[in-house]
């Protein structure tokens, strides 16, 4: 069992008065009402819906308060707003750029690594971002279907090089707590799991996700837990972000943050220092930058090699090394992430 610090806790109380369920389902979905919500120019219209089109646009409320009304460049925005560049057709982008249909174990169970396995446990996001590598994955054939599960447990049980466990998507933090609880039941079992590890947009995207029946899941499981959010650019950590943070630290919950290096959000030095050290102010330490997956629709936000290798030069230049981000790449078929 894990020790915990037990700090003085207060309850969570964000900008937002919804509950987090409720603001997933009023979560914005159409161009219309993006540019409206944000006083955007009409005209940026068609475009959005070209791109809307291939992958649908979704966003939450929360997180359209941080982005700057009337500012289409703002690098928030270039995360969530779809636009006709999805559409172009560029050489060496790939529908399943990392391979993920080639190295499914189990239902739902991807076992590239040594040691770790990651659990796609449901295709659903808080949020559709426009360069994910998952825009064109197949998730319905992959996500862990509830007559599945026992046969995923029975693989992990029976794999004891499995050390840590990966809960992954989709973003895994929009089931509900009772789900993921009933999950970590079933888990409890396996003698040779050691690690919980959750990869997630929530905290960020809705900060209110982190409620006290969350946190006290978190404490009562037997493994140290790790979440590693994925922030790409300092603005995206208002107030509320903050404080969901230093209530899961207080849980006893170690915080990571990978971002990708994405043209026009973050591939300067100045916004790259910032997001560290933020990140840091919040609790959350830099472990990746990833190299964008070349997946089609995506290869606007394309950082070319040379620039992102001298920018991360320039990083370890001005940052101590706990803050420096490693700038990975990840290869079909490589037995982990590989540095640049
Ligand atoms: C990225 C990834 C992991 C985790 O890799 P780390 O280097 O441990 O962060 C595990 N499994 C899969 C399938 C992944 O894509
Ligand atoms: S939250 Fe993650 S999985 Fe979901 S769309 Fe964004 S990048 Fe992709």
């Given at each position: 069992m894990v020790a915990r610090t037990a700090f003085k806790r207060q309850p969570l109380m964000t900008n937002?008065?919804?509950?987090?369920?409720?603001?997933?389902r009023d979560s914005l979905i159409t161009p219309e009402k993006l540019l409206d919500r944000l006083n955007l120019p009409l005209h940026l219209l068609?475009?959005?819906?070209?791109?809307?089109?291939?992958?649908?646009?979704?966003?939450?409320?929360?997180y359209l308060r941080r982005i700057h009304p009337g500012d289409r460049h703002d690098p928030l925005l270039r995360q969530v707003l779809p636009v006709v560049d999805e559409t172009f057709q560029a050489e060496g982008f790939v529908d399943d750029?990392?391979?993920?249909?080639?190295?499914?174990a189990a239902p739902g169970i991807l076992h590239k690594?040594?040691?770790?396995?990651?659990?796609?446990?449901?295709?659903?996001?808080?949020?559709?971002c426009r360069y994910c590598f998952r825009r064109n994955f197949p998730y319905a054939e992959q996500q862990i279907k509830p007559s599945?599960?026992?046969?995923?447990?029975?693989?992990?049980?029976?794999?004891?090089?499995?050390s840590e466990i990966i809960f992954s998507g989709g973003d895994p933090l929009v089931l509900t707590t009772d789900k993921l609880k009933a999950l970590t039941d079933d888990l409890q079992d396996i003698g040779h799991l050691r690690r919980l590890r959750i990869h997630t947009r929530l905290p960020v995207m809705i900060p209110a996700r982190i409620t006290e029946s969350f946190c006290n899941w978190l404490e009562q499981l037997p493994w140290p837990v790790c979440i590693v959010m994925?922030?790409?650019?300092?603005?995206?950590?208002?107030?509320?972000?903050?404080?969901?943070?230093?209530?899961?630290?207080?849980?006893?919950?170690t915080l990571l943050n990978q971002a990708v290096l994405l043209k026009g959000v973050n591939?300067?030095?100045?916004i790259q220092q910032k997001l560290s050290e933020k990140l840091y102010d919040t609790g959350i330490l830099s472990y990746y930058l990833h190299q964008l997956d070349p997946v089609t629709g995506a290869q606007h936000f394309q950082v070319p090699d040379n620039a992102a290798l001298q920018l991360?030069?320039?990083?370890r230049d001005i940052l101590p090394g706990y803050l420096l981000p490693r700038l990975v790449r990840e290869i079909p078929g490589e037995p982990a992430k590989l540095p640049l």
């Open positions: 937002l008065t919804t509950n987090w369920r409720q603001q997933l068609a475009d959005a819906h070209h791109g809307s089109k291939l992958f649908p646009l979704r966003v939450p409320e929360a750029p990392v391979g993920d249909l080639a190295s499914s690594y040594h040691g770790r396995a990651l659990l796609l446990l449901t295709g659903a996001c808080s949020v559709n599945e599960w026992q046969q995923s447990v029975d693989y992990l049980q029976r794999s004891p090089d499995i994925h922030i790409n650019h300092f603005r995206e950590i208002d107030r509320d972000v903050a404080l969901a943070c230093t209530r899961l630290r207080q849980s006893g919950i591939d300067t030095v100045e991360h030069a320039r990083m």
